[in-house]
């Protein structure tokens, strides 16, 4: 996986609660059987129009936002399915950090496994990038996880909280596997002793 | 004396693996279930890291999301939903894992043939990569869906590495009133704590109107546990259980033994809960969704209600961009909305019981003629008791669609799908936008209720019909 340490990039507004996954990524594009390729894909039915052009409605599509990296957005995003397809979508579309209120907590794991720093911010600090954004469109932020801080060029920070065990493992790119396989006498000790219960459940 | 435990704290504390103070914990599972669109990236994932299945005995799969409901002999005319098909059982074959596939006489929707099969039994843990994998918690396992890069995880560790979630306990007093399901009782919770409510928890659901349910109910009740946004839900196993899972292909062997182990699981009286909230089931009614998250729900004799009846900001913006979508407006009686499309069938409803109520609902009468009503059973199984019972005939005979088994217009991904603007009465569990097709509009409802607005081609509140059971 790749690491991420810091990122600075372009602020995308998702004026929005409870985004579920069927919107981030419409299930007719699930069929797949790589990871990649999914990014096309992102907020399909709201970024296109019917005929398949970029929908002008649609906040994202604005020109100002292109290229954009870190996503704002509202409470309980995520939720709905535990699709991996959602984050994969997310990553592929060019977001590295995704900013809410509150995440659903299947999707919330989902984007550390993929790269993905989810940032829960309170209400009112949410409500303050939305601000910015909107007065100025194409308003950076720099997310620093080494530091646990997100900062503007016009002086805004905020101090984030990351749980250590997602937050190191994000940091060193770190592949949960790996780290399990590395406890195989604990695994192989536990079946052992499930084994020996008199009433096997298994 | 130990400390009381409960239902959840016990199964947690019996697959802990390893577990360090402000690390999340590294545990067991008993029962890994896999279907074909979470699982090929996963396999995939093993194969580039040169990884094997751990314990493939214990890896269970089918194909449920994408098949066709149509007749099995005619081929698959979906290229890619055939390649990830194809995928699941090159997989299967490659890291010996038991597949039921479309020849299976027990395929059918993951979470209904598990429970058919005696593979969810209570105490263990499941897992699938399937947020509603909480059904199989109706047994008393803890039973959570996981996001692929775990199903990989499973496949090569069989343990995952889990934050401890918090208990919360939902008890239901008293007796459901006539005409009042296990999907109303779940949607109702939904509406009270909200799509997020459950958030970070393991869900007891408990209390008389909890213990009145059958299997399959029980199995309705906790399959929506994830739209309350929680990790997981579950009920006590008590006899009922054990008589459910008796003489199942896969119960175990030394059954009187397990069964002894099972009647110890239920949580201790003074076992402390994180949170909970008590409901009467008596003041319960049937509920239909008005908008495009499950909570957003009410009673069927209600009006549709208006953005400025909530009083969070989110809310209101919710509830405006949902009566939007569902062409909807406020304060009509939702007995006036009619719909075109009904869709009995999803892990939520399409087990024999619920085909039975419905049968008998639908007895001798006519689906009206502006409506097209499908029934997909849940599995192969369901599908042949059915038959064997003449459920089939009654439906068919009041102009029901009867298909194969499969997830279908739960959240059409296969060739069932709806067309912008149709409105649906379905027994799933998601009315997410879009979720049966781009711009269909669905309500959830009972599998009664969804047949009612079959016949009559707009809601109806079936508590008037005199015909529920
Ligand atoms: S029936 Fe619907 S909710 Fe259930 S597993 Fe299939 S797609 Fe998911």
Redo the contacts between chains.
């Keep these: 996986m790749e690491p991420f340490k810091v990122t600075k990039g372009i602020v995308a507004p998702l004026d ?3 985004v ?1 996954t ?2 981030i990524i ?3 594009f ?6 990649t390729g999914f990014g096309q894909f992102l907020f399909f ?1 709201w970024r296109f129009t019917k005929d398949g052009q970029p929908d002008k409605k649609f906040e994202m599509n604005a020109a100002p936002y292109q290229g954009a990296s870190i996503l704002i957005t ?3 995003f995520g ?6 397809h959602a ?1 994969w979508a997310l990553m592929d579309y060019g977001f590295r950090c995704i900013i809410a209120p ?1 995440f ?3 999707f919330y ?2 984007c550390f ?2 790269g993905i720093l989810p940032v829960r911010l309170s209400e009112a600090e949410v409500d303050t990038l939305f601000k910015e954004v909107r007065q100025a469109p194409g308003f950076k932020l720099t997310v620093d996880l080494e530091q646990e801080k997100i900062f503007s060029d016009n002086g805004l920070t905020f101090t984030i909280k990351i ?3 997602q937050r190191t493992g994000l940091l060193n790119g770190l ?3 790996a ?3 590395a ?1 195989e006498d ?2 192989r000790d ?2 052992l002793k ?1 084994l020996k219960v ?5 | 004396m130990n400390t009381p435990k409960t239902l959840f704290q016990k199964i947690w504390d019996a697959h802990v ?2 577990e360090a103070p ?3 914990s ?1 545990i ?1 599972i ?1 029962r890994h279930l896999i279907h074909e ?2 699982s ?2 996963a396999f ?1 994932g093993l194969r580039l ?1 040169g ?1 094997t299945v751990r314990r493939p005995e ?1 890896t269970f799969a089918t194909m449920d ?2 098949v066709p409901t149509t007749d099995r002999a005619l081929p698959i005319k ?1 290229q ?2 055939l ?2 098909m194809e ?1 699941l059982s090159e997989n299967c074959r490659t890291f010996g894992v038991t597949l039921f596939d479309l020849d299976s006489p027990h395929q059918g929707i993951i979470h209904v043939i598990s429970p058919e099969l005696g593979l969810t ?1 209570p ?2 843990t499941v897992v699938c ?3 509603h994998t909480s059904t199989h918690g109706a047994f008393g396992a803890l039973a959570f ?6 199903v ?2 499973v496949l ?4 995952l ?1 889990q ?1 401890k979630p918090k208990n919360f306990l939902i008890d239901i007093e008293g007796k459901r009133p006539q005409g009042v399901e296990a999907k109303d009782l779940i949607l109702s919770i939904i509406g009270r704590i909200g ?2 409510g459950g ?2 928890s393991v869900l007891e659901f408990a209390g008389e109107a909890i213990r009145d349910l059958s299997m399959e109910e029980r199995m309705t009740v906790c399959n929506m546990s994830i739209e309350a ?1 929680a ?1 997981a839900g579950m009920i006590a196993p008590d006899e009922k259980t054990i008589e459910y899972i008796k003489n199942r292909m896969y119960a ?1 062997v ?1 059954f009187e ?2 069964a ?2 099972w009647r110890k699981l239920p949580s201790d009286p003074g076992a402390v809960f994180d949170q909970s909230v008590q409901i009467s089931a008596a003041t319960l009614a049937p509920q239909v969704t008005w908008g495009t ?1 499950p909570g957003q729900v009410i009673s069927v004799d209600a009006t549709v209600p208006s953005p400025t009846d909530f009083s969070d900001e ?1 809310d209101r ?2 509830a405006e ?1 949902a009566l939007e979508y569902m062409g909807l407006k406020s304060g009509t009686p939702i007995e006036s909305i009619e719909v075109d499309h009904v869709f009995i069938g999803s892990c939520t409803n399409s087990r024999i019981e619920d085909l039975r109520r419905v049968a008998h609902f639908v007895n001798g009468k006519k689906v009206s003629a502006k409506v097209h009503a499908m029934v997909v059973p849940g599995s192969q199984a369901v599908k042949k008791v059915a038959e064997e019972e003449g459920i089939d005939r009654i439906l068919k005979e009041a102009g029901f669609d009867w298909r194969e088994s499969g997830c279908s217009m739960c ?3 296969n060739p069932d799908v709806l067309q912008p603007g149709d409105r649906c009465a379905s027994t799933s569990n ?1 009315n ?4 049966q097709g ?1 711009g269909a509009r669905t309500h959830l409802v009972s599998p009664v209720m969804a047949a009612a607005a079959a016949l009559e081609g707009h809601f109806v509140d079936i508590r008037q019909s005199g015909q529920v059971l």
């Design positions: 929005l609660p409870n579920d069927d919107q419409p299930k007719q699930l069929k797949r059987i790589e990871r039915d509202r409470a309980n939720c709905g399915s535990s699709r991996e984050p509150s659903a907590d299947i794991n989902n496994k993929n749980p250590s065990f592949d949960d596997i780290v399990t396989l406890q604990k695994i536990f079946e499930q008199p009433t096997p459940l298994l | 693996v390893h402000g690390k999340p590294l067991y008993d669109v979470t090929p990236q995939e890291a990884r214990l999301h994408n979906d890619t939903s390649r990830q995928a039994l105490g263990l990569g399937d947020s869906g996981i996001g692929t890069s775990e990989e995880h090569a560790t069989q343990c590495i934050e799509t997020s958030a970070g946004g990790r175990p030394d033994n397990a002894e182990a998250n989110n913006k919710s961009r959240l059409a991904m998601r997410f936008e879009g979720r781009a």
